[in-house]
């Protein structure tokens, strides 16, 4: 499942919400990004997340899905917000349900190494004199 | 044939988007041509090779040809996650 | 942070805790362990689970010590019932904080690996006609 | 000196512990004999070599030797996580 949304989200519900629907899940990893307070070496007042929506679902799609060929999977769940995320936010939620615990490490990993390299997603980070555009590095 | 801008693109084009309905470019090299001449600015970061294009919400290579009815999006490298 | 408890846990509420302590946490990777209602192809009705508690807590500190030398952690969480878990009810938690995902992902990995091959905890799986002592696999 | 079992193992020896006041083994491997006479169904697990001793709540290799105000601790292969 994907979510691209403005809203905060609930790890627990969200996460329940998918396991509720399994009981054949034994394992679950889940990653959580978040606003930090300093980057490149600057204060962080919050961040303005832009997205093509339409293609985030797309790309993020393919990701899970190559995910899925790749490891034994139950389930998936993938979160993004955009808008405006002040520090200590959640930005993203990648959440990977299996039998067993390998398939659940290898896939969170490797779905947020493809979001973070395709996922049509912009951070525009504001200090408090300037902002700047984030790329992620390669 | 409507051209979408994202992140800082926006702050040269001044605008979301562009919509071309005569003459349209027929490839992504004829595209960056005939945006250079609307928004020189561009051309020092086309020459840079860093932006990516995408055609109808995929990523292409520069030798696809492109069609009136195509949504294409120019954006700098991604920064999500 | 270890917690060895028979009682269920939130996990937004606990991820939460430790997430508010520090606001340069950028990344956080979690593991949930889940009771399974199929293993060793019988169906599950619940497992009652077995902990050596004070040797649990020195284990776990080691490994979790273990996780901080090798890895930039801002901060750890692990939590780990005992007593009658029903299918479908968590076991374990794993929260690994650090500034960049890599760090966080690795020693979730890390501390999930030592966790299963030397934590002194004790699986006996009751299905509808007997029960048996789990082992993990090396 | 006190003997803590866990799991499968309580049920051979019907009980969670044993304090041993006089004559104490003083390495894991006289133990091993203490306890094969308490309880011979042991014996073949000792053989077999599955199961894990832990002295002060510490993993142990077989030549400690081992003092009276000890917690000794046999357990079979742990299940966690």
Request: aromatic letters at 12%; proline letters at 3%.
């Amino acid at each position: 499942m994907i979510k691209i949304q403005k809203k905060n989200f609930n790890l627990e519900e969200e996460i329940d919400k998918i396991k509720n629907k399994h009981s054949d899940i034994g394992a679950q990893t889940s990653f959580v990004g978040y606003v930090r307070d300093l980057n490149n070496n600057k204060d962080v007042k919050y961040l303005n997340l832009e997205v093509y929506e339409e293609m985030a679902f797309k790309e993020l799609s393919k990701i899970e899905n190559n995910a899925l060929k790749k490891w034994s999977l139950i389930d998936t769940l993938i979160i993004h917000r955009y808008g405006k995320l002040n520090v200590n936010e959640k930005i993203v939620l990648v959440s990977c349900f299996s039998q067993h615990r390998k398939d659940s490490f290898n896939a969170c990993e490797f779905i947020m190494d493809y979001l973070k390299k395709d996922a049509p997603f912009w951070k525009n980070e504001f200090y408090y004199k300037d902002d700047e555009w984030l790329e992620n590095s390669k | 044939m409507r051209i979408r801008y994202f992140a800082w693109i926006k702050d040269i084009t001044n605008k979301d988007d562009d919509v071309i309905d005569i003459n349209h470019p027929k490839t992504i090299q004829e595209l960056k041509k005939y945006l250079e001449n609307l928004y020189p600015e561009l051309r020092k970061h086309f020459l840079q090779d860093v932006l990516r294009f995408a055609v109808n919400q995929e990523y292409v290579s520069e030798n696809l040809s492109l069609n009136p009815i195509d949504e294409i999006a120019i954006f700098p490298p991604v920064s999500g996650g």
